[in-house]
């Protein structure tokens, strides 16, 4: 008997030495990245015209950065611009590191000009696609790239590996300065000018004044298969995609893995991206890839033109055999609601996954646009809205005000009072028909800086409903901090008696930003496990502008290792 329990503990001492090598190899074999950002304004022309532009390092798009999975940034923010700036990683964790999630007086004071500041992170147990963008003001319409993250050494995709891998960036360009676009719509109250063209990888394509000689051209070759990792980096824009003559195989969004389906076309809220797999099984030509706007708000004026790149086979010999037109796809009608609901029912994980039960928190969000009604002391001029009103939007009817003497973060760890309260409803405050005929007196919200707080580990449900205030509309939401599953989705109000049984508890999607149908509701869980101060908002900047934010209070645990670290000593100062 003692000889076996010599074994045991033998074999014991040997697991735990194995496992303890495996993660110190795991270890060494991380990287940390260090990269400069100098924000600062270059020469851009598009559509004929040159605009200072604001950049990252004179390019536009921004840099593309390439991590694995347990690697950790380093990045120093240089600001040389006339504004103030911050950067945010958007659908980074950030355990425990909320200083670097980068949202303006949320987590950070902005970086003014002339300042800088360094934001350090490690990505831990996310791989796919993420981008980053500038988190003040309308900046990201210029300010952003794309952020990759590959497995970890000797791990691997979960599907067959791609011959290469390109990223795909849909954006959002205005003939004018976008912060000149914003300031003149806070000034009159009216719903700001709509953009001038879309982008693909910075380039609006050859549909457009100017613009054919330097269209995107994406590469494949026949019988190869590759990646496209798609972000929609645009600022106001739902997006549908397609390729033309080509199907996606889709494996993966937000950074999370999903089980393999196909289709012809895919839509992305802004802040959202789509993994997808094109196999080149088409004969050798040239094929127009293109993105054009889901406008889901009825009567609202929007950018209906289309961005187009060219997926160019190699065997193909330009210029002689470019004088014909590259292949146009078909695209879906701008409302087709439809074809959005059939994409984003078809998402799953790949497998069995663990969604919180035994739900702590049971959260109902209104979320939808407002009316304020036109101040006294305002000029006609500053009321542009319809019916001499100023646009708004709102959360549960609080339209989100940001401070500007201290950043939430710190006014949480700090201890500073007076910046924020704690009271943001857990429910709408009226009970109404959310997406019916909504009485007037229910469109001009309050305004607040109101956080909900969260216990460290609780198991968070909320519903988030569409309403038809001024007009419903699909609201793509982000959570700072989190992903989150989204088990149900659907159209009217939701029913908690009748709609529990559409929720999929066994293989839902895990996303960081979850696109509301219009006039409908999705509902998500995750578990409260990162401590700290977290924003939630709408991606279209338009209606974060107006107030369509809240943000939570995750309380810390216990130990170091539930608690928020402490602040960089180069956090900018308010």
Request: with cysteine; glycine share 6%; charged share 15%.
């Amino acid at each position: 008997m003692e000889a076996i329990n010599r074994i045991f503990a033998n074999r014991h001492c040997s697991f735990f030495f194995l496992l303890l090598l495996a993660s110190a190899m795991s270890l060494a074999i991380a990287k940390t990245h260090h990269h400069d950002f100098i924000v600062q304004a270059a020469k851009v022309k598009r559509l004929c015209k040159t605009h200072n532009s604001i950049t990252v390092n004179g390019m536009f798009p921004g840099p593309t950065l390439e991590v694995k999975n347990g690697d950790t940034l380093v990045v120093k923010v240089v600001n040389r611009a006339r504004y103030n700036v911050t950067i945010h990683w958007h659908g980074i964790r950030q355990m425990r590191t909320g200083w670097a999630d980068g949202p303006e007086f949320v987590t950070q004071c902005p970086i003014r000009p002339g300042g800088s500041y360094t934001y350090r992170f490690t990505i831990e147990g996310q791989e796919g696609t993420l981008w980053w963008h500038a988190h003040s003001s309308w900046l990201r319409a210029t300010v952003y790239g794309a952020l990759i993250i590959h497995p970890r050494e000797g791990s691997s995709y979960p599907f067959f590996k791609p011959k290469r891998e390109t990223p795909i960036l849909l954006g959002e360009w205005w003939d004018t300065n976008p912060i000149d676009v914003v300031r003149e719509a806070t000034r009159t109250g009216a719903a700001p000018n709509i953009s001038d063209a879309y982008t693909i990888n910075g380039q609006p394509g050859d549909l457009y004044n100017c613009s054919s000689k330097d269209t995107t051209i994406v590469p494949i070759d026949s019988g190869e298969t590759n990646l496209l990792r798609v972000i929609n980096a645009a600022l106001n824009q739902p997006l549908f995609f397609t390729i033309a003559n080509h199907k996606f195989t889709v494996v993966g969004a937000d950074a999370s893995y999903l089980k393999p389906f196909t289709t012809s076309v895919i839509m992305l809220g802004p802040g959202q991206t789509t993994d997808v797999l094109i196999s080149g099984d088409q004969l050798p030509g040239r094929y127009y890839m293109a993105a054009r706007a889901y406008q889901s708000a009825q009567n609202a004026p929007f950018d209906n033109t289309t961005t187009t790149a060219i997926l160019e086979y190699k065997s193909v010999l330009c210029p002689a055999k470019c004088t014909k037109k590259p292949f146009m796809p078909p695209l879906p009608a701008y409302n087709d609601t439809a074809t959005v609901t059939a994409f984003s029912r078809s998402l799953r994980s790949p497998r069995k996954v663990e969604v919180p039960t035994d739900i702590d928190e049971n959260l109902f969000f209104t979320v939808g646009l407002g009316l304020n009604n036109c101040p006294k002391n305002f000029r006609a001029r500053r009321c542009q809205g319809p019916n001499g009103t100023r646009f708004t939007a709102s959360m549960n009817n609080v339209s989100f005000v940001f401070p500007s003497k201290a950043s939430l973060l710190q006014a949480y760890k700090q201890k500073i009072p007076g910046v924020f309260t704690t009271d943001f409803p857990a429910k709408p405050p009226v009970k109404f028909d959310y997406t019916g005929n909504v009485s007037r007196s229910l469109f001009q919200p309050a305004r607040g800086t109101k956080l909900y707080k969260l216990k460290y580990g609780s198991r968070v449900q909320i519903v988030l409903q569409d309403t038809s205030i001024v007009t419903p509309e699909n609201h793509p939401i982000h959570l700072h901090g989190y992903d989150f599953y989204i088990i149900a989705e659907g159209f009217g109000n939701f029913n908690p008696k009748t709609d529990k049984s559409k929720f999929n508890l066994v293989d839902p999607p895990m996303r960081n930003t979850v696109a509301v149908p219009v006039n409908g509701w999705a509902v998500i869980r995750f578990v409260a496990d990162n401590p700290g101060v977290w924003l939630m908002h709408c991606h279209l900047d338009v209606h974060i502008t107006w107030g369509l934010a809240m943000a939570f209070l995750v309380e810390e645990g216990i130990g170091i290792l539930q608690s928020v670290e402490p602040p960089p000593t180069d956090l900018p100062i308010c």
